[in-house]
Structure formats: structure tokens, C-alpha cells
């Protein structure tokens, strides 16, 4: 059986980390990912599509990704059925992410996005090799 997804798009929030009663982390998000095609005359059309995130991958999206970054994510895809708070049955589907991947470099995502570094402070952290410079490894 073969069940892998591959998303290429946009973080439309900031993600939260939570913990399950196991202290297990978690995170979840939607990602705005664009159509291959457009209709003559008419804006690209985005499908919003529900990521969940867990342990080590949990603390790194939502240590160094931010709303609106590029974002890129492998995973498979998994429904699971629930009842609401009216007591109808629901089925939710979603992408449960292996691994996530920065989709654009710094300097693009902090040209078109501002991030808070207050909230986040890893950003710091990294600093840009140009090309000419001595690298420490």
C-alpha cells in the first residue's frame, strides 16, 4: 500500500504547540496551497488543507515557522471519524506530517513577512553564508 503526500504552500497561522495527556506534542495547521491551473480571467484558486504535526516535528514547526512562510511537507494522508457537540458523526481528513521543510530562504520570507521574534526568538539563531566566506565545517 502506497499513502504519501507532498504539499508545497503557505501557513495561514502562526502554529501552537499543545501536549496530549501523555505530554505528547502536537501541533496543527492549515496550509494554503495553490492550484496547478487557472481559469482564463479568473484568480488562482488554493485549497486549505489541515496538517498535524507530532513530538520533535511538533517543536520545530512551531519553533521556526510563522504565518504566511512557505512551507514545504511530507506525510500521508489520514481520516478519522468523531462525534460533534450536537452529537453528529463527522469525518475530518488530514495530512499527518513526517517531516517539514523550509520552502524559501530567510531573506525571501522576511522580505514578504514579518516575524515576530519576541514570540519566537529561534530566528536568531541562523546566520546567512554568502557565497566567498570560510566555512566552519
Known amino acids: 500500500m502506497l499513502n504519501v503526500v507532498a504539499l508545497n504552500g503557505r501557513l495561514v497561522a502562526d502554529p ?3 501536549s496530549t495527556g501523555s505530554d505528547i506534542s502536537v501541533t496543527s495547521f492549515c496550509l494554503a496551497v495553490d492550484r496547478s491551473y487557472q481559469r482564463q480571467g479568473e484568480d488562482r484558486q488554493s485549497d486549505f488543507i489541515n496538517v498535524v504535526c507530532w513530538r520533535k516535528t511538533a517543536e520545530f514547526v512551531c519553533d521556526y515557522f510563522h504565518k504566511g512562510q512557505l512551507v514545504a511537507v ?3 494522508l489520514q481520516t478519522r471519524k468523531y462525534t460533534d457537540r ?3 458523526n463527522r ?4 495530512v499527518v506530517a513526517n517531516t517539514v521543510h523550509f ?3 530567510k531573506k525571501s520570507s522576511d522580505q514578504n513577512f514579518r516575524v515576530e521574534t519576541a514570540k519566537t526568538n529561534k530566528t536568531e539563531d541562523f546566520v546567512e553564508v554568502t557565497g566567498e566566506e570560510d566555512l566552519p565545517f
Open 103 to 105: 520552502a524559501e530562504s
Open 16 to 18: 501552537e504547540l499543545k
Open 74 to 76: 511530507e506525510g500521508s
Open 91 to 94: 469525518t475530518a481528513t488530514e
Open 86 to 88: 450536537n452529537g453528529n
